[in-house]
């Protein structure tokens, strides 16, 4: 099987969708299969290297001018390569595989966004892998058919681009210490975290939060912090290769998202044993085994998440239970079951092609 992944850039930035493409690359390629990304490039290109896959060039930025060379490119990639799968993870890959199909390969999209409007093009593929339940369901809503649809939960522990949590070391964090991991946009309930930590902050003198993660709305959450009375006790630490070292030296990890398909930052969190508080919303439900792991706020709401982290700060024997509730049922977030599952959603859409060429 040659199977060709697309996605706009693997640069080592902490991006989801880029690490999930990434993960399955390097696995599928150490099965053996004959494997190469088409991209922007980046950073993760010397591990694709070190892994036997091969990087094509392609620059997908949406300006008139370079969509006519980005297709031009891929029909070069396509007579070259000549893949038997092309997996899309992002919108423009996606559209570039299904209106320049030059064999009959199979066409794979996942969809990670999926509050996205543009979303609704991941159907163009003959099958759509939605990352949680959540996100199968809100597909089919938009009209994107059952048949079409694999539910392939989301998961990187084990993953090749970095070291196993266990060659980490935790770093010398004031404790108690509040993390979290995220890109900075205000959908990551960034500003509502800031809001609920000055809440508890007189109460719990010698908590600190630690804000791990890079992005546009960055210097709006840090001139908020600045304006509280307790800036000196939140820390932002921008992009971190390796956010496992706050992880473990965390008491509690919160992910105050608005939406969110799946968290896979949480599956991390959980590995490293941090009690979990986060936002009941989407397929982060499912990311803690339906409340078992983790506590559920509604999103938006910084007195809840308040709330929340009183809870658990105010009594050390509950907030050591839900430590050891995260670290449960891990195995399913495996990147190795993921790439099990895509491969299976491969097979059977290579296999529906060969009786449909047989008749």
Same mark, same amino acid.
């Given at each position: 099987?040659?199977?060709?992944?697309?996605?706009?850039?693997?640069?080592?930035?902490?991006?989801?969708?880029?690490? #999930?493409?990434?993960?399955?690359?390097?696995?599928?390629?150490?099965?053996?299969?004959? =494997?190469? =990304?088409? *991209?922007?490039?980046?950073?993760? %290109?010397?591990?694709?290297?070190?892994?036997? #896959?091969?990087?094509f060039?392609?620059?997908?930025?949406?300006?008139?001018?370079?969509?006519?060379?980005?297709? !031009?490119?891929? !029909?070069?990639?396509?007579?070259?390569?000549?893949?038997?799968i092309?997996?899309?993870?992002?919108?423009?890959?996606v559209?570039?595989?299904?209106?320049?199909?030059?064999?009959?390969?199979? &066409?794979? *999209?996942?969809?990670?966004?999926?509050?996205?409007?543009?979303?609704?093009?991941?159907?163009?593929?003959?099958?759509?892998?939605?990352?949680?339940?959540?996100?199968?369901?809100?597909?089919?809503?938009?009209?994107?058919?059952?048949?079409?649809?694999? #539910?392939?939960?989301?998961?990187?522990?084990?993953?090749?681009r970095?070291?196993?949590?266990?060659?980490?070391?935790?770093?010398?964090?004031?404790?108690?210490a509040?993390?979290? =991991?995220?890109?900075?946009?205000?959908?990551?309930g960034?500003?509502?975290?800031?809001?609920?930590f000055?809440?508890?902050?007189? %109460?719990?003198?010698?908590?600190?939060?630690?804000?791990?993660?890079?992005?546009?709305?960055?210097?709006?959450?840090?001139?908020?912090?600045?304006?509280?009375?307790?800036?000196?006790?939140?820390?932002?630490?921008?992009?971190?290769p390796?956010?496992?070292?706050?992880?473990?030296?965390?008491?509690?990890?919160?992910?105050a998202?608005?939406?969110?398909?799946?968290?896979?930052?949480?599956?991390?969190?959980?590995?490293?044993?941090?009690?979990?508080?986060?936002s009941? #919303?989407?397929?982060?439900?499912?990311t803690?085994?339906?409340?078992?792991?983790? &506590?559920?706020?509604p999103?938006?709401?910084?007195?809840?998440?308040?709330?929340?982290?009183?809870k658990?700060?105010?009594?050390?024997?509950?907030?050591?239970? !839900?430590?050891?509730?995260?670290?449960?049922?891990?195995?399913?977030f495996?990147?190795?079951?993921?790439?099990? %599952?895509?491969?299976?959603?491969?097979?059977?859409?290579?296999?529906?092609?060969?009786?449909?060429?047989?008749?």
């Amino acid at each position: 099987m040659r199977i060709l992944h697309i996605t706009n850039h693997v640069q080592e930035i902490g991006n989801g969708i880029v690490n #999930v493409a990434i993960d399955l690359a390097c696995l599928q390629a150490k099965l053996g299969y004959d =494997v190469a =990304v088409a *991209s922007a490039g980046g950073e993760y %290109e010397t591990l694709l290297e070190r892994y036997g #896959v091969r990087h094509f060039q392609l620059n997908q930025s949406r300006t008139p001018l370079n969509v006519a060379k980005a297709a !031009w490119h891929y !029909w070069g990639i396509l007579q070259e390569f000549q893949p038997d799968i092309v997996h899309a993870h992002m919108m423009t890959g996606v559209v570039l595989g299904a209106l320049l199909r030059m064999s009959s390969y199979g &066409l794979v *999209s996942t969809v990670h966004n999926e509050f996205q409007r543009s979303a609704i093009l991941m159907g163009l593929a003959d099958r759509v892998i939605a990352v949680s339940s959540a996100v199968a369901d809100s597909m089919v809503k938009r009209g994107i058919p059952k048949h079409k649809l694999r #539910v392939v939960s989301n998961g990187t522990l084990g993953t090749p681009r970095h070291p196993n949590i266990t060659e980490c070391q935790p770093l010398p964090l004031h404790r108690p210490a509040i993390t979290t =991991v995220a890109g900075m946009y205000k959908r990551k309930g960034i500003g509502e975290l800031i809001d609920a930590f000055v809440e508890i902050a007189t %109460e719990f003198a010698d908590a600190h939060l630690y804000v791990v993660g890079d992005g546009p709305d960055r210097a709006i959450f840090e001139a908020k912090a600045q304006s509280t009375a307790v800036s000196d006790r939140i820390h932002f630490e921008g992009f971190q290769p390796e956010p496992q070292r706050y992880m473990l030296a965390s008491d509690i990890f919160v992910l105050a998202s608005y939406c969110e398909s799946f968290g896979l930052v949480l599956t991390e969190a959980r590995e490293a044993g941090c009690a979990i508080v986060a936002s009941d #919303v989407d397929g982060i439900p499912e990311t803690l085994d339906n409340r078992q792991a983790g &506590l559920l706020v509604p999103p938006k709401d910084s007195h809840a998440l308040a709330k929340a982290l009183t809870k658990l700060l105010s009594n050390p024997s509950e907030l050591d239970q !839900w430590k050891c509730q995260a670290k449960l049922n891990l195995e399913r977030f495996s990147a190795a079951r993921v790439n099990k %599952e895509t491969l299976a959603t491969y097979r059977e859409l290579l296999t529906n092609y060969s009786a449909i060429s047989a008749v």
